[in-house]
Nanobody, 122 residues
Framework: QLQLVESGGGLVQPGGSLRLSCATSKFTLDYYAISWFRQVSGKEREGISCIHSAAGSTYYADSVKERFTISRNNANNMVFLQMTNLKPDDTAVYYC???????????????WGKGTLVTVSS
């Protein structure tokens, strides 16, 4: 069973920045694409970014493009989501997930973390 553990959520003012972390294993980073999803209560889980295991290619949803950056640190088995220029609409529970390839579909993920709450409010 793969483990994915998110951290770094919290309260931030509009226009601020936050960095989320997803701790996992070397095996996971070597063989799985890691995605970030977010979910607002009552709405479907939205895929917002992904980093491929081998080539390290990255993908972003239009809603976060040019504001969020996904990266990974293979030495520490971590994947990060740097979020800048945050807006109230970014308020959600953020999850990292692992799958065989990058897909924005929640149903396509094989493993999930438990999530971390991000609140953007003044």
């Amino acid at each position: 069973q793969l483990q994915l553990v998110e951290s770094g959520g919290g309260l931030v003012q509009p226009g601020g920045s936050l960095r989320l972390s997803c701790a996992t294993s070397k095996f996971t980073l070597d063989y799985y694409a890691i995605s970030w999803f977010r979910q607002v209560s009552g709405k479907e889980r939205e895929g917002i970014s992904c980093i491929h295991s081998a080539a390290g290619s990255t993908y972003y949803a239009d809603s976060v493009k040019e504001r969020f950056t996904i990266s990974r640190n293979n030495a520490n088995n971590m994947v990060f989501l740097q979020m800048t220029n945050l807006k109230p609409d970014d308020t959600a529970v953020y999850y990292c997930a692992a799958a065989g390839g990058c897909t924005s579909h929640a149903s396509g993920q094989d493993y999930w973390g438990k999530g971390t709450l991000v609140t953007v409010s003044s």
